[in-house]
C-alpha cells in the first residue's frame, strides 16, 4: 500500500465550514452512541457527546503497522509470564511487601482462591498495549501493558466512523471532496468487534467444554441452556456507552447475551453450585466473568469487594481476567522485562517480532537496593526532568512527574520506594487538532497515545495458548499541558488516525 511520505497539515476551514463541521459531528456522535456520562456531580443523568478531536491526528503508518505486527507477540508474552507461575508470584509476593494495599490484597485474594480450589485452569485476557509516537526516533515506545478492564475499544470504533463519515462526506475538503484521499489513511478500529470476539472465545471453550449446544437452526431463539457473559462494573460508570458498544457486538455476532452486575453486589446476587463449580446470575450460567472494574483500591470499599473477587476466582467461569492475568500487568513486571535476560527466559527466540517488540521499551528502572536501583535513585534526584515515577496502579491520575519526583521520595519511607518503578519520559509530538468538548471548542496542542488491543486464551497452568488475536486499536489524545491522558478521567479526548 503506498502513502504518502510526508503528512498534510489539517484541514484549513473557515469558520463558518468549522461551524458546518461541528454540527455535523454532533449529530453523527449522538446518532451512532458516541457518548460518556458527564462527571459527578450529575446534574442531571444525561449521558454527553464523549470530548472528541475535530480531526484524525497524523501518526506513521509504518510505526501503526509495526504496533500491530507485534500485538500477537506481546500476548504470547505475557501468556507466559503468567503460565510461568514460580517467577511470576516470587516477583509479585515480594511486591506485595511494597505495596499491601492493593498488589498485595490481590495476591491474598489469589492465596484465598487457590486454598478454596481454582476450578477453571482456562482464562482470558483482554489486554491494551499502549504506545506514544516519540519524537527523538520517529519509532513507537511503549507506556504500558494493561491486562485489566481496558477500555475505549467500544468507542473507538465509533470515532473511527465518524471521522471517516466526515472525510466521505466531503466536510474536511474545499467544494465537498475527500480530504483524505483512502480508506486507509483514515482506518477505523474493529475493536468492538473484535474485542466481543475474544470474549467468544471463552464463551466457546466453556460451552465446548461443558458440552453446551449454542447453535440453532435459522430463525430459531437462542436455547435457554446458553451461558451468558457477566460484566462486572463499578457502580458509577460514566463509560457505559464504551462497555455496550462490545456487549451489542458480542449479541450480534454471535447472539450471546450479557448481564451487567456491579462489583459491590456480587456476593449477594450470584449463586454457585458447590458440586460443580459452575457460576450462576439471575438463572443463567455464566462461563466468562468479563471485569470492567476491579483495578483500583478504591473500588474495594467493603470485604464484600473482596470476598466478591475470591468467589468469582474459584468457579468454573473463565475469568477476563483471572487474578495472576491481572498482575502480570504490574508495572513491576514491565519493567523487569526490560531486563534482556529476563525476556530471553519467555522469548528466546530473537526473531524479527522479538526485536520490533523489545525495540518499544525505554529505559525503566527499579526503585530497590539493587546496584540499578541505587543509580534509579541518584538519577531521580539529579535529573528528575527525564523521568516520570510510577507506583502499582491503573486508572491514571497516580503516577509523579519530573520536578515532583524528589519532593515526593524525600516525604515517602524509603522501605516503601520498592513499590515504584522510574520510567524514562516519552516526548511525543504535539498537533493542533482542536477538541470539541461538552460543545466547547477547545485549541491547544495535543499529545497522543496509540493503544492496541488483543484478546488471548490461554490455560494457567500448561501455558498452552488457545487462540491470540489482534483485537484493533485506539488513538486517545490530550492537551500537552496536562500529565495523565484519561478520557473518562477528564483531561482527554478521543481520537482517530490519519496515517501517512
Ligand atoms: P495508568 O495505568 O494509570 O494508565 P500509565 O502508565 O498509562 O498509567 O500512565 C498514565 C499516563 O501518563 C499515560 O497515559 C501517559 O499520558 C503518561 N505517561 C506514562 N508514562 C509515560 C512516559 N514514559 N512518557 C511520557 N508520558 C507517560
Ligand atoms: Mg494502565
Ligand atoms: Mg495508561
Not at 469558520?15 to 459527578?40: C, F, V
Not at 492496541?452 to 488513538?475: C, P, T
Request: glycine share 6%.
Amino acid at each position: 500500500m503506498s502513502t504518502p511520505s510526508q503528512s498534510k497539515p489539517f484541514p484549513k476551514l473557515t469558520s463558518k465550514e468549522e461551524q458546518h463541521l461541528i454540527n455535523e459531528l454532533t449529530h453523527h456522535a449522538l446518532s451512532q452512541g458516541l457518548l460518556i456520562y458527564p462527571p459527578a456531580p450529575f446534574e442531571n443523568y444525561h449521558p454527553i457527546q464523549a470530548p472528541v478531536t475535530l480531526y484524525p491526528t497524523p501518526f506513521p503508518s509504518k510505526e501503526f503497522e509495526k504496533a500491530v505486527s507485534i500485538s500477537t507477540k506481546f500476548n504470547e508474552l505475557y501468556a507466559k509470564v503468567v503460565s510461568e507461575r514460580k517467577w511470576l508470584i516470587e516477583v509479585i509476593s515480594k511486591l506485595s511487601q511494597f505495596d499491601a494495599d492493593f498488589t498485595g490484597k490481590l495476591y491474598e485474594s489469589y492465596k484465598t482462591a487457590l486454598a478454596n480450589g481454582i476450578h477453571q485452569p482456562v482464562s482470558l485476557a483482554l489486554i491494551r498495549s499502549d504506545y506514544m509516537l516519540d519524537t527523538a526516533t520517529n519509532q513507537i515506545k511503549q507506556i504500558e501493558f494493561n491486562t485489566v478492564s481496558v477500555s475505549f475499544g467500544g468507542l473507538s470504533t465509533k470515532v473511527g466512523e465518524l471521522h471517516s463519515f466526515l472525510n466521505e462526506n466531503g466536510l474536511y475538503g474545499s467544494n465537498g471532496s475527500r480530504y483524505y484521499e483512502t480508506a486507509y489513511e483514515v482506518p477505523v478500529s474493529d475493536s468492538a468487534k473484535l474485542l466481543a470476539k475474544g470474549l467468544y472465545h471463552g464463551v466457546s471453550y466453556y460451552e465446548s467444554s461443558q458440552k453446551i449446544k449454542r447453535k440453532t437452526a435459522k430463525g430459531e431463539s437462542i436455547p435457554s441452556t446458553a451461558t451468558i457473559v457477566l460484566m462486572v462494573i463499578q457502580p458509577g460508570e460514566r463509560n457505559v456507552f464504551d462497555q455496550r458498544a462490545v456487549e451489542y457486538a458480542l449479541f450480534q455476532n454471535y447472539g450471546v447475551r450479557t448481564k451487567r452486575v456491579e462489583l459491590p453486589s456480587v456476593t449477594s446476587q450470584v449463586k454457585v453450585d458447590p458440586e460443580t463449580h459452575k457460576l450462576y446470575y439471575d438463572g443463567d450460567e455464566v462461563s466468562v466473568v468479563y471485569y470492567r472494574s476491579a483495578y483500583a483500591p478504591s473500588e474495594f470499599t467493603s470485604s464484600e469487594t473482596w470476598d466478591a473477587r475470591v468467589v468469582l476466582e474459584s468457579t468454573l467461569a473463565v475469568k477476563c481476567p483471572s487474578l495472576l492475568t491481572q498482575l502480570s500487568g504490574a508495572k513491576k513486571i514491565q519493567q523487569l522485562l526490560t531486563d534482556e535476560s529476563i525476556l530471553n527466559k519467555f522469548l528466546p527466540v530473537k526473531d524479527e517480532l522479538r526485536t520490533n517488540l523489545q525495540s518499544t521499551f525505554v529505559k525503566i528502572y527499579p526503585m530497590d537496593d539493587s546496584e540499578l536501583g541505587l543509580k534509579a535513585a541518584k538519577l531521580a534526584f539529579e535529573q528528575p526532568e527525564n523521568f516520570v515515577l510510577k507506583p502499582q496502579r491503573e486508572g491514571g491520575g497516580n503516577n509523579i512527574y519530573k520536578e515532583d519526583i524528589p519532593k515526593f521520595l524525600k516525604n515517602l519511607p524509603k522501605k516503601e520506594w520498592a513499590g515504584y518503578i522510574l520510567m524514562e519520559l516519552i516526548h511525543p509530538p504535539v498537533f493542533e487538532n482542536p477538541i470539541l468538548k461538552t460543545g466547547e471548542v477547545i485549541k491547544e496542542g495535543l499529545v497522543s497515545e496509540l493503544g492496541v488491543f488483543g484478546a488471548y486464551l490461554f490455560d494457567e497452568q500448561s501455558g498452552k495458548v488457545l487462540a491470540n488475536d489482534y483485537s484493533g486499536h485506539l488513538l486517545r489524545s490530550k492537551t500537552q499541558s496536562s500529565n495523565e491522558g484519561g478520557v473518562a478521567a477528564g483531561f482527554g479526548c478521543v481520537d482517530s488516525l490519519y496515517l501517512y
